[in-house]
């Protein structure tokens, strides 16, 4: 049986997955497995904010970007983010990012330190390729906090579930999914989710014999949505990744005909064992969603 915990994030997907959608907190409820009546409370006791501030939290961070890296005028913005003024878009914006939706659009991407800019060369923006990826059913553990934290916790879970159960996962491949940019987000409040693929014949739904037992280690069976991607490879440290990801959407994206896409990014790793392998060898292929 799953605990309570694995229902509250599968309650956190639902409301990621359909996230232009009014909340149902009957339908939110049944996912919990509780009564309406208690499911607000209980929701908060988890997450630590309520289920219509996780859904305004997020509708305003993917304003952020859309803000930063689309065409998108501020009204389009301010409504499909829930608001019918600018004004309150404008007023709730600022409550949560000390800016205002304008100051945001005119600034763009961060800008870089001297350090982070001499790794980004002219050489590394030609390497983008687009791509296209059909989806893709993986095994998931999502876990919240810092990357750096987050990311290898999740990990642990994942591969130490598959091996209690006895499943071979010599030939999935590692994918994570990131959810939130550090810069924004709050690092308590940042989701990794850590991916094992599945065989191309569980992509139509079917569920692995295992999946009542995984599910009961924290451990969910689901499918990766496709689509198209743009791909850089990353070669070093994880902790230098967020410099390949300025190439994609601070020097690639803006020259490039694509908008972003709101799905999640992407990110496969070629070396299972990280921790034998010098830094420098490590390989990464970083997939920002586009169209």
Known sequence: MASQQQRINTVKRQVEQTLDSQLDIDQLAALACVSRFHFCRLFHAYVGESIYAYRKRLLLERSLNHLRFSQQSLVDIANQ????????????????????????????????????????TPQAVSQVEVIDLAPQAVLCSRERGPYTLAAPKAWR??????????????QSTMIGVSYDDPKVTHPEQVRFDACL???????????????SQLAELGIQQLTLPGGKFAKLRHHGGYASIPNSYQVLLRDWLPQSSYQLRDANCLEIYHNK???????????????????
């Open 81 to 120: 983010s829930g608001y019918q003024n600018q004004a309150s878009f404008n007023k709730a914006f600022k409550q949560q990012f000390e800016q205002t939706p304008l100051q945001v659009r005119n600034q763009g991407w961060l800008p870089l330190s001297p350090e982070q800019s001499n790794k980004l």
């Open 273 to 291: 064992t990280a921790d034998s392998i010098p830094e420098q060898s490590l390989i990464t292929d970083l997939l920002l969603p586009i169209n």
């Open 157 to 170: 879970q994942l591969f130490r579930a598959c091996n209690k159960v006895g499943l071979d996962t010599q």
């Open 197 to 211: 693929s599945l065989p191309m014949e569980q992509t139509n739904h079917a569920r692995l014999p295992c999946t």
